[in-house]
């Protein structure tokens, strides 16, 4: 077994270790992963949606916000498109939950259902044009649906696209799109699920019924600096800095005429500041008594939301700010325009507390559609999933329940292993409505039917993959042979195109090389990708994206779509750069680890740093820690578990639980023995109560 630990830039992680006041090992661990700029620490370390970016930063957004309110305001016939799988219907959700709460009652949702296509066909416009729909608002589909679009718009139905797929060569001519990968579009992630853009639409609908919408404002401060004053103004519409300016004045030397800053303050907008007395001495001191400029105070403001900040200046909340941090510029004037936005959203339920709902459906989507665990997503995700423990919204309390996640902290890996499948399940069994109709259900009662007949279905997926997995364990094995035992390319049309991710795991797991299982439905290529973390499946299908319609995934877990004309010639392109990976490239090479632990540092406090760069997933993967000679102190009986190996490490001071999913030679490992482990920290929940358990990544027997 050969660890890989990456290199440190010592100068690096102290400047990380003290600004963000982090352990020595939690800012190692963070320089290692590329996590140096503002942005990264941001998005690592907080969990307020006030950090999201703005919905506006998408100028599109605009023309979607008025073109929906009219619907609304008019009672059109509104007609929400999503798709069959666990993000698709996220989104739908979110979308019909959202439109519902401003007052829309002419919603309908549309979900391809058996072996529909992806996407909106020529059928459906024909079916939207029957039911005289006047808006369509497609959710994690629609970008790549230029002809069907066309035609909608001509015969008068406005189309609004949500999506978040690559888009073609050709937009589609809709009213409006919103599509964070579309080139140019604004907006400064393209890593979103559909259903997190459908929740960023949802907010910014949201956001345009309050007075803060179409509003500007000027954000001041001044202070005191050696012999001069020194001014910050930032100008704001929307809730987003449009530009800022930074005077530094000697003490009296010059009218404000004669500045940068009366231009900037020339443009009618209120001009916001906390304390305004003491910001006007400042002014005076800077400008001489006769300036003359009308201030609006935020400290009422400030005090209704936050009492804990009654009577305290902005150097002393800037002090203790979290949002200061983030930022380069003097931390006052960052302060306050973090205070802003804060007072702003809080004091609006439609964009705090009644957000919070949808920003569960958006964290179980991103995390079952396999975006990157970075930027924003990162709040998305962390703050749903700190919901769904503490209050999760009622249609799922019971789904929880049985799949024994009531009452724990929930995490990534419970919603891709005990909540995604459940869902996923009605789309790949063909019914996504059943799927949909559980999230949209506010009845307890209703929501123990649909969950039970979701869990059904589930075990009928089930069913289905072991049927699936029979028919073509001889290609599988065809496959592995031609490959040469370096990987296992499967194309079979008899595979159900909701299975691939599944039949794929399976056979990468039984022949351990990656595994590509494609599955063909009319026109178009779906298919999956697995492997181990020996491998990197998103890299390697890279290499052939040219073919692709589009993909995604991370290093484990990876899927693509194609035009079924490429699928002859991709698969000659993959077989032949499987055969020519040498071993360090296959399943063989090196295991990544984020730190060696000596026997001193294994102490809980390497769970507690697990726990704080959660969530995990793609680009952001479960952190690994390798350790040298441990003892392994007791080896369990399996009591028929062969798929998991039980046992107990004493390493430094402590024993410590640890399992091993799909352990290779696990008789070699006795008790009495010693071994190199790498591992992930792990929390297991049994009954209410918690226990810290290992979970090894891979192991080698060492001597001593």
């Not at 795991?505 to 973390?533: E, F, G, H, N, T």
Request: with cysteine.
């Amino acid at each position: 077994m050969k660890i890989r630990i990456p290199a440190s830039d010592p100068a690096k992680v102290r400047a990380i270790k003290d600004r963000y006041s982090l352990s020595l090992l939690a800012a190692t661990v963070l320089e290692r992963r590329g996590a140096v700029t503002e942005d990264d620490m941001l998005y690592t370390l907080e969990s307020d949606s006030v950090y999201l970016h703005s919905p506006f930063e998408c100028d599109d957004v605009f023309t979607a916000v008025e073109r929906i309110n009219d619907a609304v305001n008019e009672g059109e016939r509104i007609l929400i498109f999503g798709d069959r799988d666990v993000d698709g219907v996220t989104a739908s959700a979110i979308m019909f939950r959202g439109l519902r709460s401003l007052g829309a009652e002419n919603v309908s949702i549309r979900l391809p259902s058996g072996d529909e296509p992806y996407g909106l066909t020529m059928d459906s416009v024909s079916e939207i044009l029957e039911k005289e729909y006047t808006l369509v608002i497609t959710v994690d589909c629609g970008i790549s649906s230029v002809d069907e679009i066309r035609v909608l718009e001509r015969s008068g139905v406005d189309v609004i696209v949500l999506d978040h797929h690559i888009a073609g060569e050709e937009l589609p001519p809709a009213a409006a799109l919103f599509d964070p990968r579309i080139p140019g579009s604004g907006y400064p992630f393209e890593g979103l699920a559909g259903c997190a853009v459908a929740a960023k639409m949802v907010w910014a609908l949201s956001f345009s019924r309050t007075s803060l919408y179409e509003s500007g404002c000027i954000l001041l401060h001044a202070e005191p600096r050696n012999g001069t004053i020194r001014i910050n103004a930032v100008r704001m519409e929307n809730l987003i800095e449009i530009d800022r300016i930074t005077e530094e004045v000697v003490e009296g030397a010059f009218s404000i005429e004669r500045t940068r800053l009366m231009d900037f303050l020339a443009v009618n907008l209120p001009v916001i500041v906390l304390d305004s007395d003491t910001e006007m001495i400042m002014l005076r001191k800077a400008f001489g008594r006769g300036v003359d400029i009308s201030l609006v105070d935020l400290r009422p403001h400030l005090e209704k939301l936050m009492p804990s900040a009654r009577g305290r200046s902005l150097f002393d909340l800037a002090a203790v700010s979290r949002a200061a941090r983030y930022k380069e510029g003097d931390r006052e004037i960052e302060t306050l325009v973090s205070l802003f936005r804060s007072i702003s959203i809080y004091s609006e339920p439609s964009l705090s507390s009644g957000f919070d709902d949808l920003l569960q459906f958006a964290a179980i989507g991103t995390i079952a559609d396999l975006m990157p665990m970075k930027d924003e997503n990162r709040i998305i995700v962390r703050r749903g999933l700190r919901l769904l423990s503490e209050r999760p919204v009622p249609c799922l309390r019971y789904l929880l329940g049985k799949q024994n996640l009531a009452g724990k902290k929930i995490n990534s890996r419970d919603v891709s292993f005990y909540i995604a499948p459940v869902l996923n399940a009605a789309g790949r069994m063909g019914d996504p409505m059943a799927a949909l109709s559980l999230l949209l259900t506010d009845d307890l009662m209703e929501a123990e039917g649909f969950t039970d007949t979701l869990l059904s279905m589930n075990r009928e997926r089930q069913r289905s993959e072991e049927d699936a997995l029979s028919e073509v364990k001889v290609a599988a094995f065809e496959s592995f042979e031609k490959l040469k035992g370096k990987m296992v390319i499967l194309s079979d049309g008899s595979i159900p195109r909701g299975l691939t991710g599944a039949i794929a795991s399976k056979l990468s797991k039984q022949y351990s090389v990656p595994c590509i299982v494609m599955a063909a439905v009319d026109d178009r290529i779906s298919a999956s990708m697995r492997c181990s973390d020996r491998f990197n499946a998103r890299s390697f299908l890279s290499l052939f994206s040219d073919l692709f319609l589009d993909f995604g995934g991370h290093q484990c877990a990876a899927w693509f779509s194609m035009k079924a004309e490429n699928g002859e010639k991709f698969i000659q392109m993959a077989e032949s750069y499987a055969m020519s990976m040498d071993e360090e490239s296959g399943e063989n090479a090196e295991i990544d680890a984020d730190a060696d632990i000596p026997e001193e540092y294994m102490t809980p406090d390497l769970w507690k740093l697990h726990e704080m760069l959660e969530p995990y997933g793609q680009e952001n993967e479960e952190l690994r820690f390798s350790i040298r000679h441990a003892y392994i102190y007791e080896v369990y009986p399996n009591r028929g578990e062969t798929k998991v190996m039980r046992f107990a490490v004493k390493y430094g001071r402590n024993i410590w639980p640890a399992l091993w999913w799909n352990p290779h030679n696990r008789d070699d490992f006795r008790k009495g023995f010693y071994a190199d482990i790498v591992f992930s920290p792990d929390v297991n929940y049994w009954k209410g109560q918690s226990k810290m358990q290992m979970v090894i990544q891979d192991m080698e027997l060492c001597s001593i």
